[in-house]
């Protein structure tokens, strides 16, 4: 009998029997979860061919298909002579007056996904004069989170004056984007009315959803957006982790530098 090794293994392909995944499939999943999670540190140098091939037993034709797949997708970068690197994730998001992160992320060839983490309805009192609404109305608070290359980038906690914003979450979860869930409630365009920027260490709750160290400060970018008639919308509070994303602040279209 053959003996089972990493050269020999894997020799029928996944993909041929109907309804499964290929293993190639498989293995980068499992490659691109431990980027994420950040067990492959940006920078960092992945095992050999070799030593991974016998990680996910199989053969290196295999194992290559999934390697090809993650560099295809930006994850990682092949260095000739040096070996397979975790790539460096660094994001300008701009400061501007028509502030948007998934066209910040487009402009630097990298693709964005927000997921909604929580929403809920609140007392206006913390975010009331922000929206110039009345401390005892009520507001919709979501908790998003943004990521690229399934790499946490950012947290944000934001607050939209009911009963204008009704229905909100369920938009944003069923179009993905802020944009056009706000569209669909009436505000065609809006744009940015103020943004702070400080920074600060993450709450351990915080950092565990930016799957970073508590130790480790993020950027902190309160702001506030006014629809097209100057009527605050939103006021929240983002959090970047400060190893992936740098603020740029950008003149206006049109405006002198």
Not at 102 to 130: C, F, I, M, N, Y
Not at 165 to 175: K, N, Q, S
Request: a positive charge; charged letters at 25%; glycine letters at 6%.
């Amino acid at each position: 009998m053959t003996p089972r090794t990493p050269e020999n293994t894997d020799t029928l392909p996944a993909t041929e029997v109907p309804g499964l995944r290929s293993r190639w499939e498989l293995i980068a999943d499992e490659l691109r979860g431990d980027i994420a999670a950040g067990r492959f540190a940006p920078g960092q140098r992945l095992p050999n061919e070799q030593l991974l091939a016998q990680r996910f037993d199989v053969n290196r034709h295999t194992l290559r298909q999934a390697m090809q797949a993650l560099v295809r997708e930006g994850f990682v970068q092949v260095r000739q002579g040096a070996g397979t690197f975790v790539r460096e994730l660094v994001l300008d998001y701009a400061l501007q007056r028509r502030t948007r992160l998934t066209e910040s992320v487009a402009e630097a060839g990298e693709r964005a996904q927000r997921e909604l983490l929580e929403h809920r309805e609140a007392e206006a009192t913390p975010w009331a004069k922000d929206l110039r609404v009345p401390a005892r109305s009520r507001v919709i608070v979501l908790t998003t989170r943004a990521s690229v290359r399934g790499r946490p980038v950012g947290l944000t906690v934001s607050a939209y004056p009911l009963p204008r914003f009704e229905g909100l979450a369920e938009r944003v979860t069923a179009l993905g984007r802020f944009t056009p869930a706000l569209q669909a409630l009436g505000v065609r365009d809006y744009t940015r009315a103020k943004s702070v920027v400080s920074a600060r260490l993450p709450t351990a709750l915080e950092a565990d959803r930016l799957a970073r160290s508590a130790a480790q400060p993020v950027l902190v970018v309160s702001a506030i957006d006014v629809d097209a008639q100057g009527t605050p919308i939103r006021s929240g509070v983002t959090l970047f982790a400060a190893d992936a994303v740098q603020l740029t602040v950008r003149p206006d279209e049109g405006a002198k530098a």
